[in-house]
């Protein structure tokens, strides 16, 4: 039985898939495994790139971009039996040395964890956030530096380095181990978020069904953050917004659920006078603040038109002329 199997979901970032598949094979050296490229319809030679250099990677080429759940779960199809593991890498990820290892072993000796996360940090070693709590009214609705600051222990900062595997409500999906039974036990990632707390549904609903999530302070991995997002920035942000109220839906109170809907536009609402103001008093002539106020305004006209598909990631459905995508090439 195979130990590993790396899933590498990709849209439109080639250089840092190469990137980030060579760490696999620089860092990890005593697993065997197997690397799944799953490229939700790139237009910028990522399959081929793929195919030229790491031609033993097996490369499921999609014609549209499918979204990050669908797309994993493709990969994870007819494989969750043959193998231990499985590892969800984003493309702006590189491995340190050991970070997999580690990972691997303290998921052999901990038969309750059903997912592991990394510890991400910037490439100057800087740390980031790798685990969070599952969303609330009060996380979302609140200053979350705020609360690390009012409740420690309930929401814990990246300040604090944790000197051993700790059990948190949900990591950060850029790296993360996966035992395969779990997945048996609770099913693979849910489709209906698009883009976005994917993994926070999944280790929600891991927890639900007994199974524990873990941060690993000691499998040290570079997140450079935020690439994908970078190509599209108000759709990745109305994307969030669809996921944040797909969660609350599916886990989360009738009323909190409506709570959140009106006082998310409201905020919206607050933050678009605020940077208008703010353009206004330098004559729109700093670029960051018309940025801010751009995003803002999108978000509004999500809203007002009452939260289409089309404004978002999610390509529009047209009428089926085919497979949505090729078979797993092994070239």
Not at 101 to 122: C, N, P, R, T, W
Not at 124 to 148: I, M, V
Request: glycine share 4%; net charge positive.
């Amino acid at each position: 039985m195979i130990a590993l199997n790396f899933i590498i979901v990709n849209w439109n970032t080639r250089q840092l898939l190469l990137d980030c598949i060579r760490s696999i094979y620089a860092t990890v050296i005593d697993l065997n495994y197997q690397i799944y490229v799953v490229d939700n319809g790139s237009q910028d030679d990522s399959v081929k790139a793929v195919r030229e250099q790491f031609p033993q990677v097996l490369v499921i080429e999609n014609r549209e971009n499918r979204g990050f759940a669908a797309a994993v779960n493709q990969a994870l199809e007819n494989n969750i039996t043959t193998c231990r593991y499985s590892i969800l890498l984003n493309t702006d990820t590189l491995l340190e040395k050991d970070a997999i290892s580690v990972m691997y072993s303290f998921m052999e000796q901990h038969k309750d964890a059903g997912i592991a996360g990394a510890q991400l940090q910037k490439p100057d070693g800087t740390r980031q956030h790798s685990y969070d709590n599952h969303p609330t009214l009060a996380t979302e609705l609140f200053n979350k530096s705020l609360l690390r600051w009012l409740f420690p222990k309930k929401y814990p900062s990246k300040k604090i380095l944790a000197a051993q595997p700790i059990e948190v409500e949900s990591v950060i999906g850029a790296c993360m181990m996966i035992k395969n039974k779990a997945i048996e036990d609770v099913g693979t990632l849910d489709e209906d978020y698009f883009f976005f707390l994917e993994e926070t549904d999944w280790c929600y609903r891991m927890q639900k069904a007994g199974w524990k999530v873990y941060h690993i302070p000691d499998a040290r991995v570079v997140h450079l953050g935020g690439q994908s997002k970078k190509k599209a920035p108000w759709q990745s942000q109305v994307e969030y917004c669809r996921s944040l109220y797909t969660f609350f839906k599916k886990h989360r109170t009738t009323l909190s659920y409506v709570t959140l809907r009106i006082v998310y536009v409201v905020k919206i609402i607050f933050n678009v006078t605020v940077n208008l103001i703010g353009n206004a008093l330098v004559l729109f002539l700093n670029h960051k603040l018309r940025y801010r106020l751009s995003i803002y305004l999108r978000l509004f006209l999500w809203h007002l038109v009452l939260c289409p598909d089309r404004m978002g990631l999610k390509p529009v459905k047209k009428e089926k002329t085919g497979e949505p995508f090729s078979i797993i090439h092994h070239a």
